[in-house]
C-alpha cells in the first residue's frame, strides 16, 4: 500500500514540477507537498478508524468516501465551534455584566445599557448564524 501511495505523490510531484516554475515558489511547492502527504494520511486513518467501527477487516471504498466526507466536515464543522464560542462570549459578557450591576445595586449609566445592549445583541445575532449554519 505504502508503494501505491508513493507512485501518486511521485506522479503528483512529476506534474506539478513541470508547472513549478510559472505557478509555485519552492517553498510553496515543498509545503503543498507536505500538506498533501498529511491529508493522505488522515484519510488513511480516517477510513481505518471507519472500517473497524463497522467491523470490517478490509478498507473499502465506500470507508474511503466516509473518512473524506468526515475530514471535510471536520473542518467546517471547527469554523462553526468557533463562530458559536464567538458569539457565546458576547451574551455571556453582555448578561453577566447587566447582572453585575443590578447586583451591586449601582444606577446604570447610559453608556454601559449601550455596551450591554450592543454585545448581547451581535451575540445573539453571531448564536444565530451558527445556529443555522449547524443544521445546513
Known sequence: MNKIIEEVIQRSNDRLQFEKGSQFTQEG???LKTEIASYINSLITESYRIAK???GDLISKSHIQSASFQLIKKHSKDKKQVLASVGGFF???SISKA???VADGQKISSSHTIVILIAGIV???I????IFRTQE
Open 99 to 101: 447582572l453585575e450591576l
Open 53 to 55: 467501527r463497522n467491523k
Open 91 to 93: 451574551v455571556g459578557f
Open 127 to 130: 448564536l444565530g448564524i451558527s
Open 29 to 31: 511547492f515543498d509545503e
Open 123 to 125: 451575540g445573539a445575532f
